[in-house]
């Protein structure tokens, strides 16, 4: 697990008492910075994720827009992964504005923003 | 010696210029923990079948809950309630800030304002002292004056102000009413029938302490919010409401253009949302309600704008109503239009719905420059929706005097098809939150007594907060509510016995509305709901008539009350141990035995009657 994914952050996003903890172990240390897989590779594709509120902390400086270095075929699923969102979380996933699947894969400079879902301010369920 | 209440409820008689105090005994505190149960108890009691909101016979009810004022956090929540000018139904809406608590630590459960003043008058309560003040000179003032005017009259700086606005003195139908400058009972109209008494402000100072049967759940609570803050209450904490609404456009319910669409851009809506306003120069701080370390209250400030930190900051609703609703991706006019808002007293959920409405309507050419008094109609015109504010408080022109009796009545005023547009339920506009996407919202707006309105609770965790006076935002689980009720009063309650409580609310509520002439015809959803939103991924859905209607059918059984018509079964009543309120809506209960099991609220019969003093 990464510094910035603390104890305390994974929890709350983990929802309790469902979800499992500790997260996912393969999330690598130090692994925010960039380069999904622990793979080099550098120079395939860059994608922009912006973590919204309270994910920003998953960021390394909080602020909640990081670059990404990924390979051809990365999938959104992948990035959450990355980030331990797993299928247990309520994440919105939006690419370049849009709602985007699981499987769906990225392309060069996509935007990829990820959200809990909020209604005014607590976490709502949608139908 | 009592426990969580003062057993106090201070009635005014603004006609005769006359107070007195009722108690109203252990046993009724018991049945009905306060709020919106004491709402439905003096509105079914004290107000005459078809009397007119913004007449004297309506009363306005100020009501705190059992929590409300004790020192843990969202225990600074406080009900007011009256028969809405806006829908003519039951009318009610909760604030936090700090007045609720003042009025608590002066001695007093609940006011209940009766009559007409035959001038401006407004309320100074200090303590056990109570005295009718003359307030010509506070009349036509904006709302910051009159809480400096009153602070230095009794010189104190702690002097809560609790007032309605200019747009009340001139009877908008959605007129607030606001305490400490920023914190809105903002729903229904109360504003309105405040000022429709002549009573502009009700200023409280108190020192007492409330005692309290065992204050170990109190303070156990006020450590866990603290100690967990930043797992239960991170975006409260750092961003207040409004962080993600990015997430609604992405969803496809993101409410834009009188619900039309559902999308607008990412990037305009993440130049309004509340991260951006965080980390915007207009942030000054976050500061909270009473006894409260969520904080999730903004201050903005802006000195060349004019924007003070005191009248608060954008909250979600009114980012949606003024902002995507309209299109309108200029923060620093949105922060100018919420303080606007505050400074003359307007509710900006039905401010910015009508004005939606009217430039739905503006669009499709059904309201013209005629109509409009020569004022341009368009999405994304910040500049006049901020014109709009004071045109609507004070009814100048024929646009601001339609829109200030609230889309539906301007809508069947203007005619022309036009009222297919209005987004309303029972006449209330509907808050920013898509039902259509949202599933908690489409079991509650169709049967919420008041309407269209996302807080205004017709289940149960929403209404026990609007009984015993608890934020809505706090994290807590409904043992926890409990044991603070045990706590505060000493009562062995159990969370079956504060569901028989929030029963009674709903019913006293359903009662009303009932005998004040809506009928299970009201609880539904407008057409503009019905049909598919027409951006992003929801586009393809259309909520069917039938999926609401057994939601609403399912919601009568649950409560206990007739299945086709939405009475309230005698037998309900009855074991809900609020049978004699009947008498107050004569014809609508039918006899019948209720399915409910309701557990007795009192034991034993050791707690004392209602008499007054």
């Known amino acids: 697990v990464c510094q910035k994914h603390t104890a305390a952050v994974a929890r709350t996003l983990c929802a309790p008492p469902h979800a499992p903890w500790p997260p996912d172990p393969r999330i690598r240390a130090g692994s925010c910075t960039s380069k999904l897989g622990g793979l080099d590779y550098t120079g395939l594709m860059q994608v922009v994720v912006h973590l919204h509120a309270e994910l920003a902390r998953l960021a390394p400086d909080n602020r909640g827009v990081l670059t990404l270095d990924v390979a051809q075929g990365t999938r959104v699923a992948d990035v959450l992964e990355h980030f331990a969102l797993g299928t247990q979380h309520r994440i919105i996933v939006g690419v370049n504005g849009e709602a985007a699947r699981t499987d769906q894969e990225l392309v060069d400079g996509a935007r990829i923003d990820l959200l809990t879902p909020l209604a005014g301010g607590s976490a709502q369920t949608r139908s | 010696m009592t426990n969580g209440y003062w057993d106090r409820v201070l009635h005014v008689d603004l006609t005769r210029s006359e107070t007195r105090v009722e108690s109203l005994g252990d046993a009724f505190w018991r049945r009905h923990l306060g709020g919106r149960s004491l709402i439905g108890h003096y509105l079914l009691r004290e107000v005459p079948r078809n009397a007119d909101p913004l007449g004297p016979d309506n009363v306005?009810?100020?009501?705190?809950?059992?929590?409300?004022?004790l020192p843990f956090p969202g225990a600074g929540r406080h009900s007011v309630g009256a028969k809405s000018p806006l829908t003519g139904a039951f009318g009610e809406s909760e604030a936090g800030g700090f007045w609720g608590a003042e009025l608590r630590h002066a001695g007093w459960d609940a006011i209940v304002v009766h009559g007409r003043a035959a001038g401006p008058v407004y309320l100074w309560i200090a303590d056990g002292l109570v005295e009718f003040r003359g307030a010509a000179h506070l009349w036509g003032k904006e709302t910051g004056e009159v809480e400096d005017?009153?602070?230095?009259?009794?010189?104190?700086?702690?002097?809560?102000?609790?007032?309605t606005g200019i747009a009340g003195e001139h009877g908008v139908r959605f007129a607030l009413v606001v305490n400490d400058l920023n914190e809105v009972a903002g729903r229904t109209g109360l504003g309105a029938v405040m000022a429709s008494k002549n009573l502009k402000a009700i200023a409280v100072r108190g020192t007492r302490k409330l005692p309290v049967a065992d204050n170990t759940p109190i303070q156990q609570t006020a450590r866990w919010v603290i100690d967990t803050m930043e797992d239960n209450h991170y975006n409260f904490h750092h961003f207040g409401t409004g962080a993600a609404m990015l997430g609604k456009h992405i969803e496809g319910h993101l409410i834009v253009r009188n619900f039309q669409d559902g999308q607008w851009t990412p990037e305009q809506v993440t130049a309004i949302d509340a991260k951006t306003f965080a980390e915007s120069p207009y942030r000054q701080k976050m500061d909270g309600c009473y006894a409260c370390s969520v904080r999730c209250k903004k201050r903005a400030k802006d000195e060349a704008m004019g924007v003070e930190p005191r009248y608060g900051g954008p909250e979600y609703e009114t980012l949606g109503a003024t902002g995507t609703n309209l299109q309108v991706d200029d923060l620093p006019i949105l922060l100018r239009i919420n303080q606007r808002l505050n400074r003359v007293g307007i509710d900006s959920v039905s401010f910015g719905a009508t004005v939606a409405w009217s430039m739905e309507c503006y669009e499709r050419g059904l309201l013209t420059d005629k109509d409009t008094g020569g004022i341009p109609l368009h999405w994304g015109d910040g500049a006049t929706v901020l014109k709009l504010v004071d045109l609507v408080a004070e009814r100048e022109g024929p646009l601001g005097d339609l829109l200030a009796d609230g889309a539906l009545a301007a809508a069947r005023r203007l005619g022309r098809d036009s009222e297919q547009y209005v987004v309303h339920v029972k006449g209330l506009e509907v808050a920013m939150h898509d039902p259509r996407a949202m599933r908690p919202m489409l079991e509650n707006y169709p049967i919420t007594p008041t309407g269209g309105d996302h807080t205004g609770a017709g289940r149960h965790r929403t209404s026990l907060r609007n009984t015993v006076g608890l934020c809505q935002f706090l994290a807590y689980d409904e043992p926890r509510v409990t044991e603070l009720v045990r706590g505060a009063t000493g009562w062995d309650v159990t969370?079956?016995?504060?569901?028989?409580?929030?029963?009674?609310?709903?019913?006293?509520?359903?009662?009303?509305?009932?005998?004040?002439?809506?009928?299970?015809?009201?609880?539904r959803l407008p057409q503009r709901l019905h049909d598919p939103l027409l951006k992003g991924p929801l586009s393809d859905r259309r909520l069917d008539q039938a999926e609401v209607q057994s939601i609403v059918t399912e919601y009568y059984a649950e409560q206990g009350w007739d299945t086709t018509t939405?009475?309230?079964?005698?037998?309900t009543l009855e074991a809900l141990e609020i049978a004699e309120y009947a008498e107050h809506a004569p014809g609508i209960v039918p006899t019948g035995p209720s399915p409910r099991?309701?557990?007795?609220?009192?034991?034993?019969?050791?707690?004392g009657e209602r008499h007054e003093e």
Do not use: K, M, Y
């Open chain 2, 60 to 69: 306005l009810v100020f009501a705190c809950g059992i929590l409300t004022g």
């Open chain 2, 495 to 523: 969370d079956e016995e504060l569901r028989a409580v929030v029963s009674r609310g709903l019913s006293l509520a359903r009662l009303f509305n009932l005998r004040e002439g809506l009928t299970a015809a009201d609880d």
């Open chain 2, 597 to 607: 099991r309701v557990p007795p609220a009192v034991r034993g019969g050791e707690l």
């Open chain 2, 566 to 571: 939405g009475a309230p079964l005698l037998g």
């Open chain 2, 149 to 163: 005017a009153l602070r230095q009259s009794h010189g104190d700086r702690l002097v809560r102000v609790a007032q």
